[in-house]
């Protein structure tokens, strides 16, 4: 079995033939988290992790570059339509995503952060975990892991989540896994100049790591470039298989697991 921790079959990419891959994922034993980036494409997860009975779940929250003030779709968090989402599906497993991007958008920092901690108390008052989306600016100057580090500990109680797509460096993932967070890898694992992040993986207990697509992008090699789907999460977990030298099958076994201890499914 696999578990595709984050994917967006929700979005506007796979609108003619979302159905036909999630059969084929059913049919293989890839199981699914689709994850919302503004209230639409969180309320079309929803809609269509309603359609299975298993191995297709959701994740509601508004992407931080969506926030008011952004350049790119900018709407406001309502908090009470998220709620009453929430509410009425048994199907969201997770808050998100949400989180801190610098690399779009490096001025709309305290708005971003403002939703940020919207959603962790979203997410705690319904005991959901956290997708956390990071980006640092273009310069690198901008640290988004940092912030959102500090985020997390400031917090009274306890968070659980992921980090997704982790693009940070060795002692970032180490934080968050300290502070009780699992860290998602995509194909840029696969892909060239990426020596840093296999370094992160080879050190990392294998009990934190997710893997993801991050469907309709980030196609792993060999596909990459090309429109990103979960069955492809199977090129991730090789890559992480080779770089700890640790057998396929254990590697797809554990993640799964993690995953669903993670989303409680
Ligand atoms: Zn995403």
């Known amino acids: 079995m696999l578990f595709d921790s984050h994917a967006h079959l929700n979005f506007q990419e796979f609108e003619n033939d979302w159905r036909q891959i999630i059969d084929d994922c059913q049919k293989q034993n890839v199981w699914v988290a689709n994850v919302g980036s503004q209230f639409e494409t969180s309320k079309k997860a929803v809609e269509i992790s309603n359609n299975f009975e298993v191995g297709v779940y959701a994740a509601v929250g508004l992407h931080p570059i969506h926030v008011l003030g952004s350049k790119f ?115 840029v694992i696969t892909f060239d100049q990426t020596e840093q992040l296999a370094e992160t993986i080879d050190q990392l207990s294998l009990d934190s790591i997710l893997v993801e697509t991050d469907s309709p992008y980030l196609a792993p090699v060999p596909f990459r470039g090309k429109r990103n789907q979960p069955q492809y999460v199977r090129y991730v977990v090789e890559k992480i298989a080779q770089i700890k030298k640790i057998d396929y099958n254990k590697i797809a076994e554990q993640t799964a697991i993690n995953a669903k201890k993670l989303f409680r499914v």
């Open 73 to 187: 779709h900018p709407e406001k968090f309502d908090r009470e339509q998220y709620r009453q989402l929430i509410e009425a599906s048994k199907k969201i497993v997770a808050i998100g995503e949400t989180g801190i991007d610098f690399f779009h958008d490096d001025k709309n920092f305290e708005k971003q952060k403002e939703i940020f901690i919207e959603h962790i108390n979203l997410a705690q008052a319904f005991n959901l975990p956290v997708v956390i989306h990071a980006r640092n600016s273009r310069d690198g100057k901008k640290n988004a892991y940092q912030e959102i580090i500090k985020v997390i500990r400031d917090q009274r109680s306890e968070i659980r989540g992921v980090i997704h797509c982790f693009g940070g460096t060795k002692d970032e993932a180490m934080a968050f896994i300290k502070l009780g967070f699992c860290v998602g890898f995509t194909g």
